[in-house]
């Protein structure tokens, strides 16, 4: 799998990494409960922070990468165990973590307040040392299936993302990154290459030796270009979003992309085959401000230009040709 969303890609590295030790954050403002806990987590094996006020708790709690279980004092400091959890539970940007809340109310109502405000366990005061273990054994379970699940959805959105073929992003996918760039205001040029005489190959070599052809291209351009997004466009085609924005203009990056696919021969049914490809480069302009639509057609027309000849790049001179209607 070479590219997806960052929301995805994001999924899956949070929630499918392999941990030693569970991590738990302990909040707790008296300071003998609070060394106890940790002397007690610490002998069962997990990883443990401690802190000794809620805005501290929720700030460990907040972040990407934050413990899944958390052991919450009902009354701190500066945030109550109830708050930290209402805050973490109305905020859908965060991992959600295992909650228990330590308190020494007993009162029915009381347990339903906690449970309601976002808490997924609680510990009566003075508790049991086995029950606790349990306890945090029960949200090690229950963590362990969100993990198996998120990572489940977010393999399943990466593979409706990517051509199966070549494992760069599907068309859908890689015009989707483009229309996303242009909305955000940023300058890109596409560049849209096709390997020169595939179809003949492809008669001779069949679709799967083809197909692992283009997968050895992307992989090896984005080895030493990983700035550069790649989706395939078409049967023979690879559609690159190039940036803008970083010294080297569009037409550098679309030879050294050229370049890294002329340089090595490819593996194609045990021959090795020096390959190339044509290419036609479109480069969207803050004046003009394209759709991507638009973007692409003009990408399209420069690109059968090339082939006119093979082996080069042709630029589309966007900027004194775009009707004022495709404009946005």
Not at 163 to 181: H, K, T
Request: with cysteine; proline share 5%.
């Amino acid at each position: 799998m070479i590219q997806t969303d960052l929301k995805a890609a994001h999924l899956l590295a949070h929630d499918a990494r392999v941990r030693d030790r569970w991590h738990v954050v302990i909040a707790e403002d008296d300071s003998a409960s609070r060394i106890l806990l940790q002397s007690l987590l610490g002998k069962w094996g997990y990883a443990v922070t401690v802190v000794d006020d809620g805005k501290a708790a929720l700030n460990e709690l907040s972040g990407p990468d934050a413990p899944d279980i958390a052991i919450l004092d009902w009354m701190m400091p500066k945030l109550s165990g109830i708050e930290v959890a209402a805050k973490l539970r109305s905020n859908p940007r965060t991992p959600a973590p295992y909650l228990i809340l330590l308190t020494a109310k007993g009162q029915k109502s009381d347990i339903v307040e906690a449970l309601d405000a976002g808490a997924d366990d609680y510990i009566i005061k003075p508790f049991d040392f086995g029950e606790l273990a349990a306890r945090v054994r029960v949200a090690r379970r229950s963590m362990s299936l969100q993990r198996e699940l998120i990572r489940a959805q977010a393999t399943i959105r990466m593979q409706a993302m990517t051509d199966a073929g070549s494992g760069a992003l599907n068309r859908a996918a890689i015009v989707d990154a483009l229309a996303r760039d242009l909305e955000r205001g940023q300058s890109r040029a596409v560049m849209l290459a096709a390997v020169d005489n595939y179809k003949h190959l492809e008669r001779e070599h069949g679709v799967a030796p083809m197909d692992g052809v283009l997968r050895d291209m992307v992989q090896r351009v984005l080895a030493r270009h990983p700035a550069l997004q790649v989706g395939r466009y078409g049967t023979d085609q690879l559609l690159w979003i190039i940036p803008c924005d970083d010294g080297d203009g569009p037409m550098e990056w679309a030879e050294q992309v050229r370049s890294e696919i002329g340089q090595a021969p490819f593996n194609l049914g045990g021959r090795l085959l020096r390959l190339t490809i044509s290419a036609g480069v479109s480069v969207s302009s803050a004046a003009a401000r394209p759709t991507p639509e638009w973007l692409l057609y003009c990408a399209d027309t420069a690109l059968y230009a090339a082939r006119s000849g093979g082996d080069q790049i042709e630029l589309f001179e966007f900027g004194a040709t775009v009707p004022a209607q495709e404009a946005t």
